[in-house]
Every structure is written in C-alpha cells, then in structure tokens.
C-alpha cells in the first residue's frame, strides 16, 4: 500500500462546478497535512494546509478525518486558472515528507 | 519568503556522462531537500542536506549514483552520475524554512534531465 494514495484523475469539469479530491494516508503516527498545487512544467506550491477542525480559504475547503485517515479538498465555482495538478501531502513528523501522485484538473469553458 | 534557484534549468546529456545540478537560496537555512519527480509521477525524495554533515539519502538512493555537496546554508549540489536513459527526469530541491515544525516547502524551479 501506498504511503500517500490520490484518485489520479483527470477530473474534467466545467467552469462554476464543484469538485472534491480524496485522499488517504497509511501512517497513523502522521501529524501535519497539506495541499500543494503543481501547474504544469513547474514546481508544486502550497495551497493550503488542512487543519482537525476543516479550514476553508476562499472557494477552497480542507478536511481532515484522523480516524479514517483521509484528507480532502473541495473546490467550488471552479475558474479555468484552477486547471492543475493537486498533490497530497502528508508530514511524518520527523524529516519526511511525503507527496502523492497527484489528481489531475481540468476547468473547461 | 526567499527565493530558490537552479541550474540548468534543462539539459540533454549522453548516458554515461554526470550532470551537477545547483541549488541556490538567497537566505541561510539548515535543511535542503533533493526530489526527484519522473513523468506522471509524484516526487521522491531523494535525500536531505544539512550543511556540515554528510547527506541522508532514501531507501532507493546512494551516494555514489548521486552525490550531493552543502558548503555552506545558501547553496547545495546534486551529481547524477554515470546517467542512463532511466535518470530523465525532473531534478527538484526544496528548503523548509522551519525545523521543529512543518510549515511549508519552498521549491526550486527544477531541473528537466533528458539521457540519450
């Protein structure tokens, strides 16, 4: 089983959708939980880190769930800037990070 | 927020060749990270660079295959030696501005390898 697993996609959705990514971790031990975004042909960026209680920054939503070990992020009224990869990341609380492979968007006009 | 640069940002080599690939940031930090990230896929760590100390590679990576140097807290190298076909990827490094705690990973622009 994968450390990190991600629903690889392409999700292909139409401006003004709502989409949600899943994705589950297999360390139980983990302590910090993040979503990164990666555009292509450059680097990931932090979109936003994923707090116990959910946070939500603008059309986008995080949720964490420890006990099942999952992480999610909603995105509503969906631009076509919003076209991207969508990497899980997952702390360990030491020295290790680690990225899943990644959900594909895309936002069609 | 610093900044973080590599270099070259491409470059096309013949397999048996070695390519260093440099990491600068424009501020100290202790901790510099080597991802590796292949078509499709997402990245691999590759190893972690503390300035003063030898490299800690992952399971999967040595240090005769990819020799890494941290002279000093701004700048770091990766070596990709003795290249094959198999090492065409996209070389990444990374600085965590933080140690006790994660806060965010700052990437480099990243380094497309293509081995012929």
């Known amino acids: 089983r994968k450390e990190v697993e991600q629903d690889p996609g392409p999700f292909n959705v139409p401006e003004g959708a709502t989409v949600a990514f899943n994705c589950t971790y297999s360390?139980?031990?983990?302590?910090?939980f993040f979503w990164y975004r990666q555009d292509c042909r450059k680097e990931p960026k932090l979109l936003m880190s994923v707090y116990s209680s959910g946070n939500e920054d603008g059309r986008f939503t995080a949720q964490l769930n420890r006990a099942s070990q999952y992480i999610s992020l909603l995105i509503r009224d969906s631009k076509l800037s919003d076209s991207a990869t969508y990497l899980c990341?997952?702390?360990?609380?030491?020295?290790?990070?680690?990225f899943g492979a990644g959900t594909r968007l895309f936002v069609k006009a | 927020s610093a900044v973080i640069s590599q270099k070259p940002s491409r470059d096309i080599c013949q397999r048996g060749t070695s390519l260093t690939i440099q990491c600068q940031v424009d501020s100290q930090v202790t901790m510099m990270f080597w991802y590796r990230q292949q078509p499709g896929q997402s990245l691999t760590l590759i190893a972690t660079?503390?300035?003063?100390?030898?490299?800690?590679?992952e399971s999967g990576f040595v240090i005769d295959k990819f020799p890494i140097s941290r002279p000093n807290l701004t700048f770091s190298t990766l070596t990709v030696s003795n290249m094959s076909p198999e090492d065409s990827s996209i070389y990444l490094c990374s600085f965590q501005p933080r140690e006790d705690s994660y806060n965010e990973q700052f990437f480099g622009p990243g380094t497309r390898l293509t081995v012929l």
């Open positions: 360390n139980s031990a983990s302590q910090s």
């Open positions: 660079a503390n300035q003063g100390s030898e490299a800690t590679y």
């Open positions: 990341v997952v702390w360990d609380g030491g020295f290790k990070t680690i």
